[in-house]
């Protein structure tokens, strides 16, 4: 193993979209996925646990650090040979759209406005406007105990907004190499639709620090039925937005600290004044519990909080 290339407690506050957090105890960064596959494996086989961050769009780590390896995905690779593409997991996401919808593929417009590498994106299987990424994934190559292999996509067991490498106790795997096949479609209309869930983002999203949508939508077709305030097609599809109960609770603009909770949007939380980690975990564990005395429900995280964690306390407001 190559140590001259590894840092050692990198502070991952400004490598995260949220700003908060604390140190990695070893920190490299990987350019090309043969790079990534040799560090990922080689810190593996020493068994030291390694942690793959892609643009820390997901990420909250924790203010007591991350212990092993942090590596940041820096690989870029896409190449397409007919409707088929590989794409190396630091790709980002919304490349990924631009350069497929140049080669006359369509499908992944709704990937614009979504930061992040392919390789985030995959393991929370990321979509919007009713579609996720891993509708699209044919094969994908994953560095574990010490060696690559490609596997197929039901190695993942995908979810809404989850997969095996994000469940409770998640397979210690990094995803090195992508393969996706898109149909071939209209590029023009794919420009178009994209335009428009941009501009839809746009009036929806704040823009202080944050990680998106902190909680995942509850899907559930007794409360969607009962509940007053939804639209006609929530209601259809049985979900009820995290943000919409959010707001009910009256907690639109509650703050602990430098965390907020937004006044546009209740489902995200923002680092507005420097906010900790254990401020922002804080706040989603106090509307996790307004939420659930008040409807029943117990809102599950999209955001993934990363490292130590074991001896968190809440900060009660
Ligand atoms: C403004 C904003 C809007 C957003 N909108 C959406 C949205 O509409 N839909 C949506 O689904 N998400 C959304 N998100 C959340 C986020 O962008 C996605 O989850 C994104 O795909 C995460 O990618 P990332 O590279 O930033 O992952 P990171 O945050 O860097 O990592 C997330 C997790 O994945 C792991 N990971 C990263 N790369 C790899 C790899 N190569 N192999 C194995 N594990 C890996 C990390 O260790 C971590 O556990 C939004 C976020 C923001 C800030």
């Given at each position: 193993?190559?140590?001259?290339?590894?840092?050692?407690?990198?502070?991952?506050?400004?490598?995260?979209?949220?700003?908060?957090?604390?140190?990695?105890?070893?920190?490299?960064?990987?350019?090309?996925?043969?790079?990534?596959?040799?560090?990922?494996?080689?810190?593996?086989?020493?068994?030291?646990?390694?942690?793959?961050?892609?643009?820390?769009?997901n990420?909250?780590?924790?203010?007591?650090?991350?212990?092993?390896?942090?590596?940041?995905?820096?690989?870029?690779?896409?190449?397409?040979?007919?409707?088929?593409?590989?794409?190396?997991?630091?790709?980002?996401?919304?490349?990924?759209?631009?350069?497929?919808?140049?080669?006359?593929?369509?499908?992944?417009?709704f990937?614009?406005?979504i930061?992040?590498?392919?390789g985030g994106a995959l393991v929370s299987n990321a979509g919007a406007y009713r579609s996720n990424i891993s509708e699209f994934l044919?094969?994908l190559?994953v560095?574990?105990?010490?060696?690559?292999?490609?596997v197929d996509p039901s190695w993942m067991e995908f979810k809404y907004r989850d997969s095996v490498l994000r469940c409770e106790n998640p397979r210690?795997a990094?995803i090195?190499?992508t393969?996706?096949?898109?149909?071939?479609?209209?590029?023009?209309?794919?420009?178009?639709?994209?335009?428009?869930?941009?501009?839809?983002?746009?009036?929806?999203?704040?823009?202080?620090?944050?990680?998106g949508s902190f909680f995942k939508n509850v899907i559930d077709s007794?409360?969607?039925?009962?509940?007053?305030?939804?639209?006609?097609?929530?209601?259809?599809n049985s979900v009820v937005p995290a943000?919409?109960?959010?707001?009910?609770?009256?907690?639109?603009?509650?703050?602990?600290?430098?965390?907020?909770?937004?006044?546009?949007?209740?489902?995200?939380?923002?680092?507005?004044?420097?906010?900790?980690?254990?401020?922002?975990?804080?706040?989603?564990?106090?509307?996790?519990?307004?939420?659930?005395?008040?409807?029943?429900v117990e809102l599950e995280e999209e955001v993934m909080?990363?490292?130590?964690?074991?001896?968190?306390?809440?900060?009660?407001?």
């Amino acid at each position: 193993m190559n140590w001259e290339s590894v840092q050692r407690r990198v502070c991952l506050r400004r490598l995260t979209t949220l700003k908060a957090g604390g140190e990695a105890e070893f920190f490299a960064e990987s350019r090309t996925s043969a790079q990534l596959i040799e560090t990922a494996a080689a810190f593996q086989r020493e068994g030291i646990k390694v942690t793959p961050l892609g643009w820390g769009s997901n990420f909250l780590a924790s203010d007591h650090g991350v212990t092993g390896l942090v590596l940041l995905n820096q690989t870029r690779s896409i190449t397409i040979e007919g409707e088929e593409v590989i794409a190396d997991s630091g790709a980002a996401f919304q490349d990924l759209w631009l350069k497929t919808t140049q080669a006359g593929l369509v499908g992944l417009e709704f990937a614009v406005g979504i930061p992040g590498t392919v390789g985030g994106a995959l393991v929370s299987n990321a979509g919007a406007y009713r579609s996720n990424i891993s509708e699209f994934l044919i094969a994908l190559e994953v560095v574990q105990d010490g060696r690559a292999e490609w596997v197929d996509p039901s190695w993942m067991e995908f979810k809404y907004r989850d997969s095996v490498l994000r469940c409770e106790n998640p397979r210690s795997a990094v995803i090195a190499r992508t393969r996706f096949r898109l149909p071939k479609g209209d590029s023009k209309k794919s420009y178009d639709e994209a335009r428009e869930y941009q501009r839809q983002r746009i009036g929806k999203q704040p823009p202080s620090a944050s990680a998106g949508s902190f909680f995942k939508n509850v899907i559930d077709s007794k409360l969607a039925d009962t509940i007053e305030g939804l639209t006609e097609g929530m209601r259809k599809n049985s979900v009820v937005p995290a943000g919409f109960l959010i707001e009910q609770c009256g907690l639109k603009g509650f703050r602990i600290g430098g965390a907020m909770i937004g006044k546009k949007h209740a489902n995200f939380l923002l680092n507005v004044a420097g906010a900790t980690a254990t401020e922002l975990r804080s706040l989603a564990h106090y509307a996790k519990e307004q939420v659930r005395s008040r409807f029943g429900v117990e809102l599950e995280e999209e955001v993934m909080y990363i490292g130590d964690w074991s001896s968190f306390v809440p900060i009660i407001p």
